[in-house]
């Protein structure tokens, strides 16, 4: 029996056993789950200040960059000053638990960053976190 | 013999299996999906919170260590032009006096992120974590 199993003439030998490529898919599928954060992202790339005592915000769900001539970007796209609430409050109730991380260039002025602040705070975030490099 | 594996009893055994094919297409279907919106992002930064009332409003006795920073990024403590550098020692000292005290920082408009965060990390380094930004029309 055993030797005609390479050449499929008998059925019991020749299905593959299934059972551990399930066990590996599902507990990567597991991870994958668990590990999926859905971070609305900036979409441009700032100079954070450097700042080593700085925290990793591990719940942040928002993430709001401040270029360095001072344009704001949320969800991928600019963003006008007195448009940031709406977009802040839209994206809040997707995720109501998230933190908001304001991306700010080191060079961005502190006019937009509490301009910012405030439009979060008015749509109800109360967790508001400056980012900054940690070494 | 294999065949046990699968079969619930003594029936036909070419009958007996379950179909596994659909639940394994569904299952690779998510874990793609799970795989390409997984993003890795671990953003470090600093807490703030904004006070209630604008700092003006705050009376003296309230003794909160008020840094000020310029438009031109000149850092002020207690009326005095501090060095950058010397920000964290008067933040220890200030909070050795008023250890209740939290650190409000006064930016005007055109100062610069990053003495901001600069002074949010040396208080930070000096004990202080209760950090709250204002800003002034200055």
Do not use: C
């Not at chain 1, 859905?38 to 769900?61: L, N, Y």
């Not at chain 1, 301009?115 to 940690?134: F, R, S």
């Amino acid at each position: 029996m055993r030797k005609d199993k390479m050449f499929g003439a008998e059925e019991e030998e020749n299905e593959i056993n299934l059972t551990p490529m399930l066990d590996v898919v599902f507990i990567m599928l597991i991870f994958f789950i668990v590990t999926a954060s859905f971070i609305k992202e900036a979409g441009i790339d700032v100079d954070r200040p450097d700042a080593p005592s700085a925290d990793s915000q591990d719940d942040a769900a928002i993430l709001i960059a401040i270029s360095a001539n001072d344009e704001i970007w949320i969800d991928r796209r600019e963003t006008e000053p007195n448009a940031v609430r709406g977009m802040i409050e839209r994206l809040h109730a997707e995720n109501p638990k998230g933190s908001i991380v304001i991306q700010a260039d080191e060079e961005s002025t502190n006019e937009m960053l509490v301009v910012v602040m405030e439009a979060a705070k008015q749509a109800g975030v109360t967790n508001v976190a400056i980012a900054a490099l940690k070494d | 013999m294999r065949k046990h594996d699968f079969s619930f009893g003594a029936g036909d055994e070419e009958e007996n299996e379950i179909n596994l094919t659909p639940m394994l297409d569904v299952v690779f279907i998510m874990l793609i999906f799970f795989i390409v919106t997984a993003s890795f992002i671990k953003e470090a930064g600093i807490d703030v919170n904004r006070p209630d009332a604008p700092v003006t409003e705050t009376k003296p006795e309230d003794a909160n260590i008020l840094v000020v920073i310029t438009a031109d990024d000149q850092i002020f403590i207690d009326r005095r032009l501090i060095d950058p550098r010397a920000v964290r020692a008067n933040i220890e000292r200030l909070h050795a006096e008023n250890p209740d005290g939290s650190v409000v920082i006064q930016a005007s408009k055109k100062s610069t992120n990053k003495m901001l965060v600069w002074i949010m990390d040396a208080s930070r380094q000096a004990g202080v974590y209760n950090i709250s930004i204002a800003d002034s029309s200055a």
